[in-house]
């Protein structure tokens, strides 16, 4: 195994970089009598020259021009291995990157952030707004540190830690024949065109939960929140939601009634990757928005 210091790796790159040694000294503030001293050692250490030198004329034998992409690859690696070292030393400074669906981004979380900087004064957070078949795949990606998302199992790469539950609902417009009711139940969904959020399984296995037997298709599926609010509030049908989107209403001109026979409710987690471990501030989130008890 040949032995090459980080300061002889270096040297060989600004080297080549350069186009001469006299340069490359200078770029890394050293003599030009040690530089080349270097180098002398490094091709000592690796059995074969690197360099053709003349007084006009500096290149990379054929042995140094296969080896250099090596070179370029070890220092890369270290350059990541530093910028890992600085974003743990970072520590409770990082930016905390949270995705959430568009609802949850607008309704539920904002309070919820603007308390938790007032109680940690030091920490910055970045939200991600997803679509709601995002969210995961975000977070296991690794571009966000947390994410908040509906009944989400753990499994052996995610944790899934719960939050509050929120009762489904049906958001229909003020006119709409249903509008007056107390309560909506499920079969009365029944010939209704139906805007949902999400896949059409999720619909099924809310129908599964209720024990409807009802042969209901969406009558248009969404991605965001807003996009089924603005298709109920121009007349193209009546929207199944969980209550936490109740706050968004009012600018749609829209109201929220209860569905019953049975209730049921979605629960709002916390999402993140078992590896690597939680950093101390999205340790402190967590805990902070379980303790928040937002569901109350």
């Known amino acids: 195994m040949f032995n090459l210091t980080l300061r002889q790796l270096r040297a060989i790159h600004t080297i080549n970089d350069c186009g001469s040694?006299?340069?490359?000294?200078?770029?890394?503030?050293?003599?030009?009598?040690?530089l080349s001293a270097m180098m002398r050692e490094a091709e000592a250490a690796i059995g074969f020259r690197l360099f053709e030198r003349t007084t006009r004329s500096l290149r990379l034998t054929d042995t140094?021009?296969?080896?250099?992409?090596?070179?370029?690859?070890?220092?890369?690696?270290?350059?990541?291995?530093?910028?890992?070292?600085?974003?743990?030393?970072?520590?409770?400074s990082a930016t905390l990157r949270i995705a959430a669906t568009q609802f949850l981004s607008c309704a539920?979380?904002?309070?919820?952030?603007?308390?938790?900087?007032?109680?940690?004064?030091?920490?910055?957070?970045q939200m991600i707004d997803s679509a709601i078949d995002d969210v995961i795949e975000t977070v296991r990606s690794g571009k966000a540190d947390l994410g908040v998302y509906l009944d989400v199992d753990?499994?052996?790469?995610?944790?899934?830690?719960?939050?509050?539950?929120?009762?489904?609902?049906?958001?229909?417009?003020?006119?709409?024949?249903?509008a007056d009711q107390p309560s909506i139940t499920w079969s009365q969904l029944a010939g209704h065109n139906i805007i949902y959020v999400g896949r059409e399984q999720n619909l099924r296995q809310n129908l599964a939960e209720a024990q409807v037997d009802?042969?209901?298709l969406p009558h248009q599926q969404v991605a965001h929140g807003t996009s089924a609010l603005t298709l109920v509030a121009a007349g193209e049908g009546i929207a199944v939601m969980t209550r936490y989107v109740q706050p968004m209403l009012p600018i749609y001109g829209?109201?929220?009634v209860p569905l019953v026979e049975p209730s049921l409710d979605r629960q709002v987690m916390v999402i993140h990757r078992r590896k690597p471990h939680l950093s101390r501030l999205s340790r402190k989130f967590v805990a902070f928005a379980q303790a928040t008890r937002l569901g109350d």
């Open 108 to 125: 539920v979380l904002p309070p919820l952030l603007y308390a938790f900087r007032n109680a940690v004064p030091e920490a910055r957070i």
């Open 214 to 216: 009802l042969d209901i």
């Open 21 to 34: 040694f006299a340069a490359a000294a200078r770029g890394l503030n050293v003599s030009a009598a040690a």
């Open 154 to 178: 753990s499994d052996e790469g995610l944790e899934a830690v719960p939050l509050f539950r929120s009762p489904l609902c049906v958001v229909l417009g003020q006119t709409h024949p249903l």
């Open 254 to 256: 829209l109201r929220m």
């Open 64 to 92: 140094g021009a296969e080896f250099l992409p090596h070179v370029q690859r070890i220092l890369a690696e270290l350059e990541r291995a530093d910028a890992f070292i600085q974003r743990q030393r970072e520590g409770e």
